[in-house]
């Protein structure tokens, strides 16, 4: 019989991370997601699977451990929230260049500088189009739920080390903070010293019978950094062709369309609820890849239905790929709550009405 | 006899350690990073750890390290290195790690990584190189640059009231409690060198027995950006470097053990 129990986001995400054999977690505390490191460090994981976690001195501290880990090989991740992951910017983007598997966690709050504890979408732009120096994509999986605090862990694994790609889980305060139910996954053990060597040749393990190996984004000759761009594009373009994951919420019959995700589809979906009765037919389109993001599902969507409306806790980020993907071909309309203020139902219906459907 | 008589393996007296790769070295001509690199590769070999030592590249002059040793290495962000090796020694704990930085890069801004990873004890080596200056990106002031030493960016001479004092760093680490071996040594006469490489034999055996954190640093010139010869520049540096960085340990006392310690 599955195990279902009552928790946070951020400790079914602790959870999970035991549960899926990582090898370590290396974090710094900052509300709202600080319940991730307090869990781990409540469970001891190195007693019983050998997992280490170690609270490192700064975030930036905490993604070059991060970094390392990965270039051993071995299933590392991190977590912070919103100022923290904008100081891991540079080791991210190093991790991206030297194609280093791992998964971070931000559980965003309200921006920018200091800004609030309260729930944010606000670092859309910066996890999705690559917040950090130079040409990159991380794969970003938006949860929406406790339950997906818990599976994305192992899926977010799954494709970092398919794609030698890091993957961010893109949450916020409400998800990370709010108790859910959830059937946390089943134990996987780590994987083995042979294992680790026989998924990851290329990791630095110890340079036993072949020759060294060297984990590096530096290359100084102009024609070997571009050569580098163009694999890394190439693998991006690979990414957005196999790894699109988004949820249809009653797409069939509607005439209008929500895009939203995380927190806001939730809330999108019981504006839904609302506008049926009236009889507005309205569905949801909730977007699980931020990137890869569900451009082609938008389009398809845009040959048969009126319009649009992008519901976020921003100033309005995603709706720039939603009318890029729409591309002019129907009105596409937002509505967003910034500061850690959440949008209600209510206000994103009459969003719609007001500026879609008139 | 004739000399091909004499060039056999049994008659060899010494060689170029296998440690080291053939690349040729981009270091300039009187630099010492070339004999500090051979010095941390023969001890490797003579250690027998060249399957399990994981080296860490800085930035700097020596961000190429890894293509001169012949070991699995990574490279780091700017003054990211100890945190690099933090990871890697605690998710491999059989590994010999170490790290091999410039003054910039472990004195300036990499300061937090240096002092906290010494501070959790790891059981890990850093190598520091102190030039008192800046030499890849040009010959710009560090944190370790003396007092009045004229640099790109303080081309008057460094005045303290303006930018501060150089910075002792080893004095700075040998106080805190994780850190097991601090030793200060140069390589530019041949004692020195013999003395150097029985540090770096001792800081690595020193992270095999889990003592703590050992930091070996090399007081250094930097010819091309002091713009002096070679032979001018090792005279200036015993002269001005080693009066502000004298030579010698300046600790050697093991971590002390949870168990040993009267905690709550």
């Known amino acids: 019989m599955e195990e279902i129990k009552l928790m946070k986001g951020n400790e079914a995400f602790a959870h999970a991370a035991v549960r899926s054999g990582c090898d370590g977690y290396f974090g710094y505390p900052i509300t709202p997601q600080s319940e991730v490191m307090e869990t781990l460090q409540e469970l001891k994981p190195w007693e019983e699977t050998g997992m280490v976690v170690l609270q490192a001195e700064s975030e930036v501290s905490a993604i070059n451990m991060v970094y390392a880990g990965a270039a051993c090989g071995k299933k590392v991740m991190t977590s912070s929230s919103s100022p923290g992951v904008s100081l891991k910017q540079e080791g991210i983007s190093y991790i991206a260049a030297a194609e280093l598997p791992c998964l971070i966690l931000n559980v965003m709050r309200g921006g920018p500088g200091l800004g609030t504890i309260q729930p944010s979408q606000a670092d859309y732009f910066q996890s999705v189009k690559g917040g950090g120096h130079g040409d990159y994509h991380m794969i970003v999986l938006a949860p929406s739920t406790v339950q997906e605090m818990a599976d994305f862990v192992d899926l977010g694994y799954e494709l970092a080390f398919k794609y030698r790609n890091p993957v961010l889980m893109l949450s916020d305060g409400v998800i990370g903070q709010m108790m859910e139910k959830v059937v946390l996954p089943p134990y996987k053990p780590r994987r083995t010293m042979e294992e680790v060597i026989a998924q990851c040749p290329w990791a630095t393990t110890g340079k036993v019978g072949r020759p060294h190996n060297i984990i590096t984004s530096l290359a100084l000759e102009s024609e070997v950094m571009e050569a580098t761009n163009n694999r890394l594009q190439a693998k991006y373009r690979e990414i957005e062709e196999n790894e699109v994951r988004f949820e249809e919420y009653m797409l069939d019959d509607a005439e209008y369309v929500f895009v939203a995700f995380g927190s806001s589809a939730r809330i999108c979906k019981q504006a839904v609820e609302y506008a049926r009765a009236e009889g507005i037919k309205v569905g949801v389109l909730r977007p699980i890849t931020l990137f890869p993001f569900p451009t082609k599902k938008i389009q398809e969507l845009a040959t048969r239905v009126k319009g649009f409306m992008s519901i976020e806790m921003s100033a309005g980020q995603m709706v720039e790929d939603v009318r890029l993907a729409v591309n002019g071909t129907k009105p596409v309309g937002f509505y967003g709550r910034q500061g850690g203020i959440i949008p209600s139902a209510e206000e994103a219906l009459e969003a719609l009405k007001t500026q879609i459907i008139k | ?264």
């Open chain 2, 1 to 264: 006899m004739t000399k091909q008589d004499i060039i056999k393996p049994e008659n060899l007296v010494y060689g170029k350690t296998k440690v080291l790769t053939d690349n040729i070295m981009h270091y300039c001509p009187g630099c010492s990073h070339g004999v500090i690199h051979k010095l941390i590769a023969e001890v490797i070999e003579e250690m027998g750890i060249q399957e399990k030592t994981i080296g860490i590249a800085p930035v700097g002059c020596s961000v190429f390290a890894y293509n001169y040793l012949d070991i699995d290495m990574q490279e780091a962000a700017h003054g990211r290195a100890p945190a690099l090796a933090t990871a890697i020694k605690r998710l491999m704990p059989d590994k010999v790690v170490f790290t091999y930085q410039g003054d910039g890069d472990l004195a300036a801004i990499g300061t937090a990584e240096t002092i906290h990873a010494c501070n959790r004890g790891e059981n890990i080596v850093i190598f520091f190189v102190n030039n008192g200056i800046y030499g890849m990106t040009g010959g710009q002031m560090a944190p370790t640059t003396l007092e009045g030493m004229k640099t790109a960016t303080c081309p008057y001479g460094r005045n303290t009231d303006m930018y501060g004092f150089p910075l002792r760093i080893s004095d700075l680490l040998k106080e805190i409690d994780g850190t097991c071996y601090v030793t200060r040594q140069s390589v530019h006469k041949t004692a020195n060198i013999v003395r150097a490489k029985k540090a770096i034999r001792k800081a690595f055996q020193n992270s095999i027995d889990g003592k703590g954190t050992s930091i070996v640093e090399f007081v250094s010139h930097c010819n091309t950006n002091w713009k002096m010869t070679p032979v001018q520049s090792n005279a200036w540096m015993e002269e001005h470097m080693f009066a502000k960085y004298p030579l010698g340990d300046l600790k050697d006392t093991p971590k002390k053990r949870f168990d040993e310690i009267n905690h709550l």
